[in-house]
Each structure stands twice: as structure tokens, then as C-alpha cells.
């Protein structure tokens, strides 16, 4: 059973920066993606970054593109989101995920593992 655990979540103020860490443990953790994913209260499961687990290709949603940046340290077993220019739109609950197969990786249906979140508030 894999097991993924985020941290650096907070409140930081319009136009700050955060980086999230989604750290992975448990049975020979080699997926074939990681992405992260944010929730806001009210709204839907939306996809904001993605990456290749062996060859690191990277995939962004268009609201964060220029400002986000996935990346991932495999000896480590960890993936991170470094958030730049953060604005209020940005607040909410952000997952990382772990999927095995390749797709349509915005799709969290598509995603077997997940992370129980850290809360990320951007306030004016």
C-alpha cells in the first residue's frame, strides 16, 4: 500500500510563494505520474500540475501556468509544487496524487493514490 503525505501548506499573502512537498511511502513506489490537485469549498477537484515520474515531463493547468512549477526528486520519493505569485484564487485544498498508467492526466478519476491534503490560504 502506497501512502502520500503533504506538508507546506499555510497562509501567505497575495503575490507570496509557497512550496508544497507530497512525500511517498510504503510498498516500491515507482508510478508512472504524480500530479497535484486543488479543491475549493463549494467547487469541484480541479487539476493544476502533473509530471512524469521517469522522464519528468510536465503538465499545468493554464490558471497556474508561469507562476507553478512541479518538480520531483526520486531518491527521495517526493514531488513538489513551488507556487509563485500566489493570489486569492489560489486558496484551497491542494492533493497530490499517484497514477500507474498513462491518460488523461487531469482527470483525477484516473489517479489510484492520494494524499489528504494541505490547506493553502492566500489572503489580501
Known amino acids: 500500500q502506497v501512502q502520500l503525505v503533504e506538508s507546506g501548506g499555510g497562509l501567505v499573502q497575495t503575490g507570496g510563494s509557497l512550496r508544497l512537498a507530497c512525500t511517498a511511502s510504503?510498498?516500491?513506489?515507482?508510478?508512472?505520474?504524480m500530479g497535484w490537485f486543488r479543491q475549493a469549498p463549494g467547487k469541484e477537484r480541479e487539476f493544476v500540475a502533473a509530471?512524469?515520474?521517469?522522464?519528468?515531463?510536465?503538465y499545468y493547468a493554464d490558471s497556474v501556468k508561469g507562476r507553478f512549477t512541479i518538480s520531483k526528486e526520486n531518491a527521495k520519493n517526493t514531488v513538489y509544487l513551488q507556487m509563485g505569485s500566489l493570489k486569492s484564487e489560489d486558496t484551497a485544498d491542494y492533493h497530490c496524487?499517484?497514477?500507474?498508467?498513462?491518460?488523461?492526466?487531469?482527470?483525477?478519476?484516473?489517479?489510484?493514490?492520494w494524499g489528504q491534503g494541505t490547506q493553502v490560504t492566500v489572503s489580501s
Open positions: 496524487a499517484a497514477r500507474s498508467l498513462g491518460g488523461n492526466f487531469v482527470n483525477p478519476r484516473d489517479y489510484g493514490y
Open positions: 509530471i512524469t515520474w521517469r522522464g519528468g515531463t510536465t
Open positions: 510504503g510498498r516500491t513506489f515507482s508510478p508512472y505520474m
